[in-house]
């Protein structure tokens, strides 16, 4: 199925592993100019035309790679929003400072990148953003409750931006992963290792999928490929859980 990306001009936030990097890759295998985004100065090498380093912690960040884009190629078609922290901890020894890093990485950082995106795409009357945050966003994880509470305001933004600019063209969704195997659960001292036995753990909660198991990056990535892309040009202010069937449908 052809996607409708050729030359699309894609920025993938958090791209150098994990969901993002894969997401990069299959929007690159598409024919997209992928710009990919992280931390570190090295490319992740999965046919990106540009990269950029930021920290997205910091204020001024997200516009740097938008701008950096738009010198490079003129413009922004596609916003992936795909950042994101998470550890496990209780609800009561969360402190002030550690929910407002969250809420500056797991949000800001989202709002901010959209914001310096939106206006090309409100010139051009056209425009795709994909926002990525989690089944938690949808039913809170209690062992995650600053992640749980920021992911689920990533859920109100998206919403918010389908409503505000669906009359520019722009659309707006969010992909809810649940469990995936990405080194945010199965890296050394990850959130499987943070809950105890690594291999109980990890089976538990692949017990606690419908499907049985933790989900694959790329089963994650094409979903996300198809909301940027023109086949889903009818879709906007969606939220779709890629959970293995962990969220019931709410009728």
Not at 34 to 62: K, N, S, Y
Not at 196 to 221: H, N, S, T
Request: net charge negative; hydrophobic share 40%; proline share 5%.
């Amino acid at each position: 199925m052809d996607l409708g990306l050729e030359d699309k001009v894609c920025v993938v936030t958090g791209s150098t592993r994990g969901i993002g990097l894969e997401t990069a890759r299959l929007l690159a295998e598409e024919g997209a100019r992928v710009v990919t985004h992280g931390r570190g100065t090295t490319p992740p090498g999965v046919g990106e035309a540009l990269h950029v380093a930021a920290d997205f912690a910091e204020p001024g960040e997200p516009e740097h790679v938008v701008d950096a884009t738009l010198g490079a190629f003129g413009r922004v078609d596609v916003l992936v929003n795909n950042l994101g922290v998470a550890y496990h901890t209780s609800f009561a020894d969360v402190t002030d400072r550690q929910w407002d890093e969250m809420w500056q990485l797991n949000v800001m950082s989202y709002v901010r990148a959209i914001r310096a995106a939106l206006p090309g795409m409100q010139e051009r009357g056209v425009g795709s953003i994909v926002n990525v945050p989690s089944t938690a966003g949808k039913r809170p994880s209690t062992g995650m409750p600053n992640y749980s509470v920021t992911k689920a305001a990533v859920l109100s933004l998206s919403r918010l931006v389908a409503d505000v600019y669906a009359k520019d063209g722009i659309r707006c969704n969010a992909v809810t992963p649940g469990p995936t195997t990405t080194d945010a659960w199965l890296g050394e001292g990850g959130l499987a290792d943070q809950q105890g036995d690594r291999e109980e753990v990890l089976a538990k909660v692949a017990a606690g999928r419908p499907l049985g198991r933790l989900a694959e990056p790329e089963e994650i990535a094409a979903v996300i490929a198809f909301l940027c892309s023109d086949r889903a040009s009818f879709v906007t202010g969606a939220a779709w859980s890629v959970d293995g069937g962990t969220v019931p449908i709410i009728i």
